[in-house]
């Protein structure tokens, strides 16, 4: 079992800059892939970005490709997202996700507000 634990979001605005941090237990970190995903209200979950296991490989949404960084200190059992340039359609709940071949294991999410 894996427990997911999301920090750093907030109200900000447009074009501000904010980081996401995701603190992992119960597993070990080293093993698992980890991503960030969101929802705006009405919309479906979307991905956002992963990152796999070895911080090697990363992937982002076209939507936020040269915007967001997914990053990750296996030292310390947390995944980041930092996030720049801000806009309101980054408006949404943004969750913390890990697994293996799978993502089965989610945070209880952050509420970002992107306002002008």
């Known amino acids: 079992q894996v427990q997911l634990v999301e920090s750093g979001g907030g109200l900000v605005q447009v074009g501000d800059s904010l980081r996401l941090s995701c603190a992992a237990s119960?597993?070990?970190?080293?093993?698992?892939?980890m991503g960030w995903f969101r929802q705006a209200p009405g919309k479906n979950r979307e991905f956002v970005a992963g990152?796999?296991?070895?911080?090697?490989?990363?992937y982002y949404a076209d939507s936020v490709k040269g915007r967001f960084t997914i990053s990750r200190d296996n030292a310390k059992n947390t995944v980041y997202l930092q996030m720049n340039s801000l806009n309101a359609e980054d408006t949404a709940v943004y969750f913390c996700?890990?697994?293996?071949?799978?993502?089965?294991?989610w945070g209880q999410g952050t509420q970002v507000t992107v306002s002008s």
């Open positions: 996700a890990a697994g293996t071949l799978a993502y089965n294991y």
């Open positions: 119960g597993r070990t970190f080293s093993s698992l892939m």
């Open positions: 990152i796999r296991r070895s911080g090697g490989s990363t």
